[in-house]
């Protein structure tokens, strides 16, 4: 039995690592390095930081998000790049919350599979709690948030003479740079939906040769270095967790009966919400995946209060993005998101199992 457990979690090592590398991890790797490096830092902060009026910086946030197709562990290097760069707190969770929970691609796919109803509550559940998100880590986290505002203000070698005036986010060409570093994350997953893997191999490596090209041509030596050194330390930080992670949901999957799955997730009660709330939360799914799976589980008897719950922490929790976001916003930062997305998505699948199912 032991082996049989490990081979699980070895096999899902390795169909990570195939099919989520190279086409998912490398180019959100090389946004974040890109976005610390080329995005000033202080109109971050001016528009995303501890000093912008939260309902504003939130928005921001999460109508970005829409159009980052990551699965939970791909937007943490996206996130902490943003939070890095000078976001504030409560905007960084609202991104890495609303990218996986709620993102276009993810979106049509689920009102495809699963009926418009469904992908509505979807949408505006994950806005609703990317709110509360944003909120509570901006509350509890208020004076460490503060320091750290402060810190990066301090560090800025030439900081601006006229603070009231609106600042460049990013230079021309360092926006085409940014972008396609994008396209480069979301073309595979847009572009091929379906379709053998090499299909998304070959549109990855058509963009990142036009991202590295174009680099080239108008960034410095020193500048590229630097890109690379602030990649280099998202990959080092990150990656190994993912992989242990991973590993580990590929145990859990082998462990948990499918007879439990069916016996404890019918209906639309409290306690069927909550257990599909926690399976997701340590689950991993990749973009669009959450969707079959979930419709698989409503054709056994899944209620659609719970379904929604596992739509919403499917995707935007697992046990490889706890302990990522561990490692790169400290435990304390992890445990209060974690608990808070359990508690919000249990609340949100009760109640639309109540009121809107």
């Known amino acids: 039995m032991g082996y049989e457990w490990l081979k699980a979690g070895f096999l899902a090592v390795w169909d990570y690592v195939a099919l989520h590398v190279l086409t998912c991890l490398v180019p959100a790797f090389l946004l974040a390095g890109a976005m610390v490096t080329f995005i000033s830092k202080e109109a971050i902060m001016q528009h995303l930081g501890a000093a912008t009026r939260k309902l504003k910086a939130f928005a ?14 791909t937007v943490i290097p996206v996130s902490s790049g943003l939070y890095y760069g000078g976001a504030a707190i409560g905007a960084a969770f609202v991104l890495l919350w609303v990218a996986p929970a709620s993102n276009i691609l993810s979106l049509v796919y689920t009102g495809n599979v699963l009926g418009p109803k469904l992908m509505l509550a979807r949408l505006v559940t994950a806005l609703l709690m990317a709110l509360v998100v944003g909120w509570v ?94 990649t280099w330390w998202f990959v080092r930080i990150i990656f190994p967790l993912l992989l242990l992670g991973v590993f580990l949901v590929g145990v859990i999957g082998k462990v948990l009966p499918e007879a439990w799955v069916q016996r404890w997730l019918g209906g639309n009660s409290l306690r069927a919400s909550f257990l599909a709330t926690l399976l997701g939360s340590v689950s991993y799914f990749a973009t669009m995946t959450e969707a079959p799976f979930v419709d698989t589980l409503m054709k056994m008897g899944m209620g659609p209060g719970p379904a929604l719950a596992l739509l919403l922490t499917g995707p935007g929790l697992s046990l490889p993005n706890w302990l990522a976001i561990g490692r790169v916003f400290g435990v304390k930062k992890a445990v209060v998101y974690v608990v808070t997305i359990v508690i919000l998505g249990t609340l949100a699948g009760w109640l639309a199992g109540q009121f809107v199912f």
Not at 60 to 73: D, P, Y
Not at 178 to 185: N, Q, T
Not at 186 to 196: D, F, M, R, T, W
């Open 60 to 73: 921001l946030a999460a109508g970005g998000s829409f159009f980052v197709a990551a699965c939970s562990c």
């Open 137 to 230: 880590m901006s509350l509890v986290f208020r004076r460490e948030d503060r320091e750290r505002m402060a810190a990066l203000t301090a560090a800025q070698a030439d900081p601006p003479r006229n603070s009231g005036a609106t600042l460049r986010v990013v230079e021309g060409r360092d926006l085409v740079l940014l972008g396609l570093l994008v396209i480069s994350l979301l073309a595979p997953n847009y572009l091929i939906q379906k379709g053998p893997f090499w299909e998304k191999v070959v549109v990855w490596a058509a963009a990142t040769v036009a991202v590295f090209g174009y680099a080239v041509r108008v960034k410095s030596r020193e500048e590229l270095k630097r890109w690379l050194v602030e």
